[in-house]
């Protein structure tokens, strides 16, 4: 959710990176095999009703940033499935990720990942659950957390996130999540800014993070992240939406070129931002690093302007490179 306020690769490892990652349930070390990898929540449903890696495949638009909110909060009304749905009919999106919100930080009224799991288990070929543990509960211990995620997992959630939580990005409590999602195969989602997964200016704990657990594919969404398009970021830049021309590439492009582990979540404001801050410079983002970006608008209450909606037409883009971010990046990383 958007809101205001060493372990390089050769060449050789994302050619084959289709191959490799796709995920399978039956491929899950420790899980035993459920319906999980077809629709959403579908844990003990018929094994003719499980669809195997290519299950997006035939998906034209997948959002991998939506929300459900329980109550009105911020002059916003509630999100419920129904509603989120409804606004995927009426604009084009076939299936959609529903992230959670467990933490105090992600917003002012949680969306928990127990909820998220009941609310979706209605649209098992339309949303794709993600759940979240803050990293502060791993003072009941780290048994505590991995039985959380086993059940969540059991449950039918596909990825984990957003993670959103106000400590570090390499904050010695978070290693432990990271583990639980490698051995879970769990993508993580997850929010860095001047209050959520904080780091420094350059994006050093986040870089330590994605190169000390390889296993785990990361969507970096959010201002620390996007501020990074181009190299001149300030501090202040990292709750903000810097503006401007862009004279020289930042960290996001390097390290999407150094670790294939990485990928940039194109939602929220801070997303948009930097595609169109220099709309000549996003044109070249969008192309070069195609096989890295995935589609996201962080809808999060009825209404909302939504400008990614626009972006297949403000953006000319390839065939491939367009699949690409539609759907195909989604696919290769999720459970």
Not at 239 to 247: H, T
Request: aromatic share 8%; charged share 30%.
């Amino acid at each position: 959710m958007d809101e205001p306020g060493a372990g390089a690769d050769d060449g050789s490892r994302a050619d084959d990176r289709r191959t490799t990652r796709r995920r399978t349930l039956e491929g899950a070390a420790g899980i035993a095999a459920a319906g999980v990898i077809g629709g959403a929540g579908s844990v003990g449903a018929d094994q003719g009703q499980i669809q195997q890696d290519g299950d997006l495949e035939d998906e034209s638009l997948v959002d991998a940033h939506c929300h459900l909110i329980p109550e009105e909060v911020l002059g916003r009304e509630p999100l419920f499935a129904d509603d989120l749905v409804a606004w995927m009919d009426d604009n084009g999106i076939d299936r959609a990720v529903v992230l959670a919100l467990d933490s105090p930080e992600s917003y002012p009224v949680l969306a928990s990942s127990p909820w998220i799991l009941e609310q979706v288990e209605p649209y098992p070929e339309r949303l794709l659950p993600f759940c979240t543990i803050d990293p502060r509960t791993l003072v009941y211990g780290e048994d505590a957390a991995e039985e959380l995620l086993e059940r969540y997992v059991e449950r039918g959630a596909r990825g984990f996130g957003e993670l959103k939580a106000g400590v570090p990005i390499d904050d010695a409590r978070l290693e432990r999540i990271y583990e639980l999602c490698a051995d879970y195969e769990l993508p993580i989602l997850f929010h860095t800014d001047e209050k959520a997964l904080m780091d420094e200016v350059g994006l050093p704990g986040l870089e330590d993070v994605v190169a000390s657990f390889p296993e785990v594919d990361f969507l970096a969404h959010a201002h620390g992240w996007w501020a990074h398009v181009a190299a001149d970021v300030e501090e202040a830049d990292l709750g903000e939406y810097p503006d401007g021309e862009i004279d020289e590439p930042g960290r996001v492009p390097e390290l999407l070129e150094r670790y294939d582990n990485l990928y940039g979540d194109l939602s929220g404001i801070s997303g948009w931002n930097a595609l169109t801050r220099d709309p000549a410079f996003g044109q070249a983002f969008l192309e070069t690093h195609s096989e890295q970006l995935i589609f996201g608008t962080d809808y999060i209450y009825p209404g909302q302007e939504v400008p990614q909606l626009e972006l297949f037409e403000r953006f000319d883009l390839g065939r491939s490179a367009r699949e690409a971010i539609q759907y195909r990046n989604l696919e290769d990383v999720l459970r």
